[in-house]
């Protein structure tokens, strides 16, 4: 008995005094998994991202820039097709969700979802070794989002594949990303990191609801107009395509105020303080 509970620290049922081992595993089977066990596992998913090779690692977020611009486009159709302001504004930024499901569902590498998954080892292990992985793991999967935005936005800028409408749809939804002054982004853009660093956080312990998961979460980002640095950039990356913003605005009023929103919001409301919140058990489990 002493042993199993040993081993199962990071179980209530296994701290119940006169519980058998199946009443232990029938109340487990019917438990959330505590803070603990969630941090834990996604400490085990980080420790593994920061081992990849760094050629798996730009694929996987090359194709993460491509299939997020699924959230441009599904979205751009919605409104196109929606006439009516009101209903527009609540069914269009379901399709927003799709690129993320995508994305999330497939396995692929996403910036948003890094400032939570390696900056746990990171904290765990407080070392100049792991912050140099998790540095160049950020560099990969940025550049490598940012090119398949980039790309993507390119044929959508370039080709006549969609019909004007859904173009000049594509064109309302994206002016957002460079309409806002540096402040008003930045604020938006911590909600976006916040929001999907939290999605991150909560998938573990959502077994079969993993979808449900990713569709509220995102669709609350979209609703809310809240900025995030990949999505956004298919958008932004579309407008300077095709003529509409430059360059300039793309990294001035877009990318920088967007990037640093998002890592404060994924690492500091999300990472750090769920973090805080185990780091006594943690370090307990490690003696």
């Known amino acids: 008995m002493d042993q199993r509970r040993d081993d199962d620290s990071f179980s209530a049922a296994s701290k119940l005094d006169g519980v058998s081992q199946r009443q232990t595993e029938q109340i487990e089977s019917q438990s959330r998994p505590n803070a603990a066990l969630i941090h834990e596992t996604i400490r085990a998913e980080g420790e593994q991202e920061l081992e990849r090779r760094w050629w798996a690692i730009v694929m996987s977020g090359f194709a993460a820039g ?40 497939g396995r692929q590498q996403l910036f948003t979802e890094n400032t939570l998954t390696p900056i746990l080892p990171l904290l765990h292990n407080r070392d100049l070794g792991t912050l140099g992985s998790v540095a160049r793991l950020w560099a990969l999967v940025l550049a490598s989002n940012l090119a398949g935005t980039w790309a993507v936005a390119s044929v959508l800028a370039h080709t006549s594949i969609f019909e004007p409408r859904i173009v000049d749809a594509f064109v309302e939804i994206s002016r957002h990303t460079v309409e806002g002054d540096f402040t008003s982004t930045l604020v938006r853009a911590i909600f976006a990191g916040w929001l999907i660093a939290l999605m991150a956080w909560l998938l573990p312990a959502a077994k ?26 298919v958008e932004c990356a579309f407008l300077v395509q095709s003529g509409r913003a430059s360059l300039a605005q793309y990294v001035m009023d877009f990318f920088t105020p967007t990037l640093l929103g998002n890592i404060l919001g994924g690492t500091t409301l999300v990472a750090l303080l769920n973090y805080g919140q185990v780091a006594s058990e943690i370090d307990d489990h490690r003696e």
């Open 66 to 105: 491509l299939s997020i611009a699924l959230s441009l486009i599904v979205q751009g159709e919605f409104y196109a097709l929606i006439s009516d302001e009101g209903t527009r504004r609540l069914v269009a930024p379901l399709g927003y969700t799709v690129g993320f499901l995508v994305v999330v569902l």
């Open 208 to 233: 079969g609801s993993r979808a449900h998961i990713i569709v509220v979460m995102t669709y609350v980002v979209a609703l809310g107009g809240f900025a995030h640095i990949v999505a956004g950039s």
